[in-house]
């Protein structure tokens, strides 16, 4: 048997090398879009069970918030500092992505505080990771998706994106304020 690196290259995957969970070595599915590109519709599940398109929200400038799991320290710092970054930009919505359950989304934003962004689970939704290349496909975290920002314009075009190296570390929120 090869070695997963091999094995996926071999079936004609891409991955991305450059990217660790507390060092190690991760692969991902694939590459960021690039900006300037159309961003690839998806269709997600708020906290209520109802779902979510990217295309219901064109003409909205929109964050992508891209997470493992919000049960993670990392991750929920990530969740509230994006929640206070839309309650400034009310121009801006904000969707925080994971493949937590619904449930666990509801029950965490209660007892933190987090109105102002809308969270998204991707369990149902499996071409998400994929289209945008931030499926994790081997380690720790092997089946979650990367942690990942992304802005999208009014139009539905990528004008940024951000993707952390090194899955324990926090995004560039400057940076993100920046490109907004």
Do not use: W
């Not at 779902?51 to 799991?69: A, E, H, R, T, Y």
């Not at 920002?149 to 190296?165: A, F, L, M, P, R």
């Amino acid at each position: 048997m090869f070695p997963l690196h091999k094995r996926l290259t071999k079936f004609g995957k891409k991955v991305m090398a450059n990217f660790t969970l507390q060092g190690v070595p991760t692969h991902l599915s694939g590459h960021l879009p690039k900006a300037g590109s159309k961003a690839p519709d998806f269709n997600l599940v708020k906290s209520d069970l109802s779902n979510l398109k990217l295309s219901d929200l064109k003409g909205k400038k929109v964050i992508l918030s891209i997470f493992p799991s919000q049960e993670t320290g990392t991750c929920s710092a990530q969740l509230r500092r994006f929640n206070k970054i839309a309650a400034g930009k009310k121009d801006v919505i904000v969707l925080g992505i994971s493949k937590d359950l619904p449930f666990a989304h509801k029950r965490f934003c209660a007892s933190e505080g987090i109105t102002d962004v809308i969270t998204l689970s991707g369990y149902r939704d499996h071409e998400f990771g994929k289209s945008y290349g931030i499926d994790v496909l081997d380690g720790a975290f092997g089946g979650l998706y990367a942690r990942t920002v992304i802005i999208i314009d009014e139009t539905g075009k990528i004008v940024y994106t951000q993707q952390v190296t090194e899955m324990s570390n926090e995004p560039d929120y400057d940076e993100v304020l920046a490109a907004l």
